[in-house]
């Protein structure tokens, strides 16, 4: 695991924390719990350890990058691991809509045979989805090409875009995938209530939506200030 601990509490903020490898085997190391989430306690990628580090040692070796850096390699991580989720949020938008689209096709709601695709409301849902997931790719290569070809710094409000953007695209196509499955939607018998629960930290985790989109609107208001518009 790597654990990041304040090294030295004297330092300024930023710089009081260090990340530390530490064996899972080492002593001192007790995993408590794999914390329930969403009813589910899940198991290796898929859960959440509580660990309680007693007496827990290791060499100065197990140092990941220098002391006092822990802080500055997690904010260097966040700006393309954001990116990350939001690529991985959108392959999940392309299953769940694959899914909704041919559960429509398949699913015969009348005794003259229609299907679901032929009411209106679920090709509304189906256009929408496309139209959202096509500008979430958009979005997330624009952001992409920036923080590749321009660095972090440049790439800071689109990054913020698209974490709460996409996230957000990704629930409402699995909502909508869910509720055109009706009933079946609901059990494992699908990938869709897996995704229902398990995605729902996307709106969280990396930053909750109001801190993006606070990052978002004060950057672009600042660029008013002073500003004349007629
Ligand atoms: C499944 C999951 C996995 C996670 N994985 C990791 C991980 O791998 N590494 C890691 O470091 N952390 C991880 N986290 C922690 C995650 O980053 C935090 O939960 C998240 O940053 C929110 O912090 P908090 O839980 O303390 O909520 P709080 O800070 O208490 O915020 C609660 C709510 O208040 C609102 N809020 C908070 N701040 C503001 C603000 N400034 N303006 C307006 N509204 C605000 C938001 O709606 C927010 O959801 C994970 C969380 C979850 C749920």
């Given amino acids: 695991s790597i654990v990041m601990a304040v090294t030295n509490p004297e330092a300024p903020t930023y710089l009081r924390a260090s990340m530390i490898i530490v064996p899972t085997d ?4 007790n995993l408590v719990r794999n914390i329930p989430v969403m009813g589910h306690e899940g198991s290796d990628y898929f859960s959440h350890g509580e660990i309680l580090l007693q ?8 140092l990941l990058g220098p002391e006092g850096q822990g802080f500055v390699i ?15 949020w959108l392959g999940i938008c392309k299953r769940a809509f694959d899914l909704m689209c041919a559960r429509a096709n398949k699913r015969i709601i009348s005794p003259d045979g229609k299907t679901l695709a032929t009411r209106q409301i679920i090709q509304e849902w189906v256009a929408e989805c496309a139209a959202e997931i096509q500008a979430a790719r958009l979005m997330t290569l624009q952001a992409a090409w920036k923080i590749e070809h321009l660095g972090q710094k440049e790439a800071r409000i689109d990054v913020s875009l698209i974490k709460f953007y996409v996230a957000n695209v990704m629930q409402k196509v699995i909502d909508r995938a869910l509720q055109v499955h009706g009933g079946l939607g609901m059990t494992d018998d699908t990938i869709l209530a897996f995704f229902y629960r398990h995605e729902r930290a996307a709106r969280i985790y990396d930053g909750a939506d109001e801190v993006h989109k606070s990052v978002v609107a004060k950057r672009i208001l600042s660029s008013y200030e002073g500003r004349e518009v007629r």
Avoid: D, Y
């Fill in 26 to 29: 080492t002593p001192g190391f």
């Fill in 55 to 62: 007496n827990c040692r290791v060499p100065v070796t197990n």
């Fill in 74 to 88: 997690a904010q260097e991580r966040l700006g393309p691991g954001r990116i990350h989720h939001c690529m991985r």
